[in-house]
């Protein structure tokens, strides 16, 4: 497929330009889909995606989509981010996921003095990976964070990054250092890609097509610069993609939505046609069959509609400065994690109409899509034991409420 990205360059060497549109972005992103499917075995096969694929993605400017307009950048909305998103999941969910995690330079960046995140990311299409939970340790030093050798895991992306990121808790005189609310302080260290060793470990049951490896530092330990560390609390930019701790979160729900409207897509297709043997009806007529596509779809609308309203009433309430309730932050979570949810029970549900045929893995996508959301459904934001954290918000219960995105 011959994809015309709205843009001369997949790697823009100045930080200046005129920026690409939301809307350029998606339609750039949907006219990767079909691209992308006949290229998810090549990816599924070689457990990464391919440079084929990531140049496709980032000539289409894909990568660049929450880089800051200020920079000439498109600064995308976190409902556009989970529109673009979904696209290329609709094509394979292993490119989805890897764009979830990849464009997060842009958001990065606003976490960093501005002139210091410039120089970290000359380019609009930089690629950004790595592991924000805090198990490393990085010890003060006069002007920055000595870093301890520790094993990060969930580097997606890890074969085609520009930068990694790795969570520590900082450490001052050989103990944690506490913040205000007397827990220990989580940075956020970032580092350019060749001052990590990329441990081959993704072995694993679906999105295999990630890469998303171990990782660790070379060496016992290494120096990163104070100024390219950060914490989500402590913005450097204005604006509502900044002003809440849980911005690199909010995206990830265009990755299970988008997964399961391709399947439901494909099913329809060929059931249509599909003949139920050996009594020769079609399965189009099978009323079983008829309420089971009705049910997925009530299923993803439902799903799809609570992300959406959720996102955008945060987004408003964030533009204008507005405090968010407990509410809204529960919201914004609960929709997340029901869209995880309701996208692996639709493809359950898709897989078991369609019936024997789903299990041959080179025959259609239901055998991936069901591995795919199976594995989505174990990150924290996928999985049932995040209720706990957000009913702990809703009812007042701090002593439970320990997720520091929520």
Not at 83 to 112: H, K, N, P
Not at 140 to 159: H, I, L, M, P
Not at 357 to 379: E, L, N, V
Not at 380 to 399: F, N, P, S
């Amino acid at each position: 497929m011959n994809v015309q990205p709205k843009t001369v360059s997949s790697d823009i060497q100045s930080q200046e330009g005129k920026p690409l549109s939301s809307g350029e972005i998606w339609e750039n992103a949907k006219a990767l889909r079909d691209f992308l499917k006949s290229k998810s075995d090549d990816i599924e096969n070689a457990r990464r995606l391919t440079p084929e694929v990531v140049t496709a993605m980032k000539d289409a400017g894909l990568f660049r989509m929450i880089m800051p307009k200020i920079w000439g950048g498109p600064e995308l909305s976190s409902m556009e981010q989970v529109e673009v998103i979904e696209e290329i999941s609709r094509g394979d969910a292993s490119a989805g996921w890897c764009l979830m995690i990849g464009c997060d330079s842009g958001l990065y960046s606003g976490f960093m003095e501005d002139s210091v995140a410039r120089e970290l990311y000359p380019r609009l299409d930089m690629v950004q990976a790595g592991w924000v939970y805090p198990v490393g340790q990085a010890h003060e030093t006069g002007d920055g964070y000595t870093v301890k050798k520790a094993q990060w895991a969930f580097c997606s992306g890890s074969t085609h990054t520009d930068r990694i990121a790795a969570g520590c808790i900082v450490f001052k005189d050989g103990a944690p250092k506490l913040n205000e609310a007397r827990l220990p302080e989580w940075r956020i260290m970032v580092a350019p890609v060749d001052q990590w060793e990329i441990q081959d470990t993704w072995h694993t049951t679906g999105l295999c097509g990630t890469a998303s490896n171990d990782y660790t530092i070379k060496g016992e330990e290494m120096f990163v610069p104070r100024e390219h560390s950060f914490t989500f609390k402590e913005p450097h930019r204005e604006g509502p993609l900044w002003n809440a701790p849980d911005a690199l979160l909010r995206k990830m729900s265009g990755i299970p939505l988008g997964t399961a409207r391709a399947a439901i897509d494909f099913a329809t297709d060929i059931l249509k046609d599909k003949v139920e043997k050996p009594s020769g009806t079609p399965y189009k007529a099978i009323p079983r069959v008829q309420t089971a596509v009705a049910e997925a779809e009530m299923m993803l609308g439902a799903a799809r509609s609570y992300v959406f309203s959720s996102l955008e009433t945060q987004w408003r309430k964030l533009a204008r400065g507005e405090a968010l309730t407990e509410k809204d932050r529960a919201d914004v979570w609960m929709s997340r994690l029901n869209a995880f949810q309701s996208a692996r029970s639709v493809v359950q549900l898709i897989y078991d109409t369609v019936g024997g045929s789903a299990i041959y893995a080179q025959k259609g996508p239901f055998d991936r899509a069901m591995r795919d959301t199976m594995t989505m459904c174990q990150h924290i934001a996928g999985q049932r034991k995040g209720a706990e954290a957000v009913g702990a918000l809703l009812l007042g219960d701090e002593t439970t409420h320990k997720i520091q995105l929520l």
